[in-house]
């Protein structure tokens, strides 16, 4: 079946302008998550969604960012204002329960760079 | 006392060899610890996963051991393959939350012919 999809596949931007980074899950999966990977690193927590409400934002690094999934499938990941330092692979993953507990499934990721 | 497996950012095998993979994982409190394998440009793969009431769990040519006392997760995969080059991270259940997953520092496995 299909997997997670994100879009766009690569996304160039000036700084100081507004992107969005698109995820649609695999169907039926409950839970969604972003992540943020920067070069020679592990994937970094930023959000969780658990249907349509963000059960944890914790991981956002400032509210520059944001992120809506407002029908419980596809979720938008929103930047503002980017900073040279928001340049990075954007992680899309999703999974059957929430928690953590339950294996998440990665999409191919964005990758942003902000000049 | 018991070693810990140190973490190595790579390691390069041969073609057939087994090869070994080593994470310390950060709280005692996670239960769930899954590897995952990441190519270049892909996002990452689930190999295996184990829970806290398993200290082995074995797969198709991969095996996952867990270490609770010394919090220390590897990933032993048999007969190595070109195809087995990639990044491997670990990852633990548990953040503040409880929701999401923290992944280890990956080791670049190349494997040569």
């Known amino acids: 079946g299909a997997g997670v999809s994100q879009t766009p596949s690569n996304k160039v931007t000036e700084k100081g302008k507004y992107v969005e980074l698109r995820c649609d899950p695999i169907s039926g999966h409950t839970a969604l998550y972003w992540y943020r990977q920067s070069l020679g690193q592990g994937p970094e927590f930023l959000i969780y969604f658990q249907g349509t409400g963000a059960a944890d934002d914790s991981g956002l690094p400032n509210d520059r960012f944001f992120a809506v999934r407002p029908e419980g499938s596809v979720s938008t990941l929103k930047i503002q204002r980017t900073e040279r330092g928001d340049s990075a692979v954007y992680l899309c993953?999703?999974?059957w329960g929430g928690g953590g507990d339950y294996e998440q499934f990665f999409g191919p990721g964005t990758r942003l760079t902000v000049l | 006392g018991e070693s810990v497996g140190l973490h190595l950012p790579t390691l390069s095998v041969q073609e057939g060899d087994n090869s070994i993979i080593n994470c310390a994982y950060s709280?005692?409190?996670?239960?769930?610890f899954i590897w995952y394998k990441q190519e270049s440009g892909k996002g990452p793969q689930f190999i295996i996963d184990i829970r806290s009431n398993m200290d082995k769990r074995q797969g198709q040519r991969v095996t996952v051991l867990l270490n609770k006392t010394v919090k220390h997760l590897s990933l032993q995969i048999a007969a190595t393959q070109p195809g087995d080059s990639a990044v491997y991270f670990c990852a633990e259940n548990f953040n503040q939350a409880g929701t999401a997953l923290i992944f280890g520092k990956g080791t670049t496995l190349s494997v040569s012919s």
């Open positions: 993953a999703s999974s």
């Open positions: 709280n005692s409190a996670s239960d769930y």
